[in-house]
């Protein structure tokens, strides 16, 4: 970037400690904005992205050849294109987020304490936000807009490869909401993209309220490694289904190819079969049979071996701790509902696990002693969705236990205030 | 202390993880005890404490002596102290611990979706909590029983000078658990008390899901720059009240004498007093005769210095920032709401702050502005207390917006988790 290939580490700092202390200020307005004009704000972001439309493509023209240049691969420059169905999409999302009904302002509990004062649990925003994420354009915009329907102010800082496109959404966000009353510097977008600007954000407890990395492994654990505000993260989903030996086996082969062959580059999907060994003679066959007709490798415990034979690779101990994302599935024969609990919970990722059976006290076990996000019975782990649990869009699943676990979406991103209403209350009347 | 003197981080890292791997043991188990078996375990730790009082004197008997050739101060070595009424209020703690409803299995939410799916939304334990404080050894007991209450294990570190005080309560609590039912590891004290523990516990994010450190602003802030996991910070209060101009005066002084005096080495004590410039030639010599009454040295901005003259030495910028707990008050001069706000927003730590007036609307703006956990109007900031709130005993005041702000009791020491329930849904209905 010529713009500031000449900024050394005193300027990046003095930079984004700027951006904090706007984003501050941004945030106490945006708290105090009520939920119409958060809508007309929001509509009015879409609008502007539609406007804007050209200089964006363009902008995420010069990413892409820029990308081409720098060796990316084809899916990577997949992840990074726009076109204009796809930013219609985007635009559409904005729409969607100024739909959702605003949680700003909810009141959580309410209670008169014996001496008179009134104490109400109010839920408000969080105050800043800091995004930090790797290739996808769409996260500017996504990001940005579940931040601000829920009365946050946003930094946020994407991939080198991308920034000229996300300069150019977030342009159009600014500029469109503020023709609308969008406080100043409510979304801000750093500018250069070097791991400097990382450690600035980390730093800046003062200003930031919460970091949300958006990516893979490695950028989750170099933010945590740095941060001195609260991360939530997004970790992998090493996901199981359980075929109990009550289970109807027919809707365990139903929901055993769905959650493995519906989509299998994502965190919901499945990643390692259990089978219970009452059923396993007759359930493996059935259900490698179907997922073999959609190209799914099987790595196997040595009783799913003995009993499927050669089409069956050896699973390793690693392949227990894998989230594959690909038409790879590891299968294991387990004795009971507890052999089957102990797995998840030392090899799973406490993000959803799903048991298939027809015995409400086996299901009730496990969901009760599974410590994941998720439990699920009889349903496909794809299930495992903010929109599809009904909360609208989400801004990721969180794999973490404090304050928002699961499916992260408008409520998980505010917090709360007690407001306490007396008459000269105090703890020792005076003499 | 002989019996870790030969340790080294090696040994100390294998031991802390050690007790890591056990504490997730039990908080499965835990996290499967019912309401019920849970009182009668904390019944019986109330009662092994009295019946080992004798060897828990002895123990902190040898820690103040030790800590009187270390030279402690008399305040610390007090903080230090137990007597046997010292100890019958921490057994007394445990019972009234036993009286408070479990908030484990609290449903936040239910729905069901078009597809049929039921989610319900339920608070279930966070797991593994790591509470790292300094000197008052009835942390040891206090810390575990809530966190035992609303279901988590728990690895204590407490301070050095403490450590057999500590080692002597931990070991009452969990014998006296065990003979009715306690899981084994359920509380655990790190056994030595050097640095190089809390490093270890602070990588420990696989088996730690939270840290909660209890004491001086130098032990969180070190916890904080070396943790991995969640951190609830529990800062100073730089608490205010604010006098405005529609303020019953005679109320105002009441408060403010309160706030100030009732018990002024407390985080939710006043440190700043805020007047409206259109009541504060009245106002200030009638609350400062109050408060010099009762020795409270004050310090004041140009305005106030110009109203109450000599009496009061000038307040510097720093005085705006700082937490004193102790006699000494900043005072300052305001022209508005506004103005109030801006001065909380910028040097208060987001703790406490008080409006007295008899305006509604000036005290909505009030608490609907200011940024901090708890906004009072017309209360003295004392009662910014989870006892006070009606919430039982508290482990202490978040001043994090995430997961817990303000009072910190047993239903800001869960999680939740999503259970759904299906008859068989997939995303695709196979062909």
């Known amino acids: 970037m010529n713009e500031t290939a000449s900024l050394n580490p005193e300027e990046i700092h003095e930079e984004v400690y700027a951006m904090g202390r706007q984003a501050r200020t941004a945030a106490h307005a945006l708290a105090n904005l009520h939920a119409d004009q958060k809508n007309v704000i929001l509509r009015a972001m879409a609008g502007e992205l539609r406007v804007q439309s050209r200089q964006i493509l363009a902008a995420n023209a010069r990413d892409l050849e820029e990308g081409g240049k720098n060796g990316l691969t084809g899916a990577m ?94 342009a159009a966000l600014q500029e469109g909401g503020e023709k609308k009353g969008l ?84 965190c919901n999907a499945l990643e390692t079969l259990l089978v219970h060994e009452a059923v396993a003679e007759k359930f493996l066959p059935a259900v490698a049979e179907d997922l073999e007709a959609r190209k799914v490798e099987l790595r196997g415990c040595p009783q799913v071996q003995a009993i499927l034979g050669g089409r069956v690779a050896a699973a390793d101990e690693e392949d227990w701790d894998t989230e594959y994302l690909d038409y790879i599935l590891a299968v294991k024969v387990v004795d009971s509902v507890a052999d089957a609990v102990t797995h998840i919970n030392r090899h799973g990722s406490q993000h959803t696990d799903c048991i298939v059976t027809s015995d409400e006290e ?34 990721g699943i969180s794999t973490d236990k404090l304050h928002a676990r699961g499916p992260m979406a408008l409520r998980e991103l505010t917090s709360y205030q007690y407001r306490v209403r007396g008459a000269g209350q105090v703890k020792d009347p005076l003499p």
Chains 1, 2 share one sequence.
């Open 77 to 170: 420059l997949d992840r990074l294109r726009l076109d204009e169905s796809r930013l219609e999409s985007v635009a559409g999302g904005v729409e969607q987020v100024a739909e959702l009904s605003d949680p700003v302002g909810e009141i959580l509990d309410e209670r008169e304490r014996p001496n008179g004062i009134r104490i109400q649990q109010i839920r408000v925003p969080i105050g800043v936000i800091g995004i930090i994420y790797e290739s996808r354009p769409n996260v500017t915009s996504d990001a940005a807009v579940l931040c601000l329907k829920s009365g946050n102010a946003t930094i946020l800082r994407g991939g080198s490869e991308a920034i000229h496109s996300n300069r150019a959404i977030a």
């Open 183 to 266: 406080p100043p510097h409510s979304i801000q977008l750093i500018p250069f993209a070097d791991r400097e600007s990382v450690k600035e954000m980390a730093s800046m407890d003062r200003y930031l309220d919460l970091i949300i990395p958006r990516g893979g492994k490695g950028l989750i654990e170099t933010v945590v490694s740095l941060a001195r505000m609260p991360v939530i993260k997004h970790y992998d989903g090493i996901c199981h289904v359980f075929i109990d030996e009550a289970a109807d086996l027919k809707m365990g082969r139903r929901i055993a190819l769905d959650a493995k062959t519906q989509k299998p580059s994502v």
């Open 362 to 395: 086996n299901a009730e076990r496990f969901l009760r002693e599974v410590d994941s996000a998720c439990v699920f019975h009889n349903v496909s782990t794809r299930f495992s969705d903010g929109e599809e649990f009904g909360f609208g869009a989400e801004i």
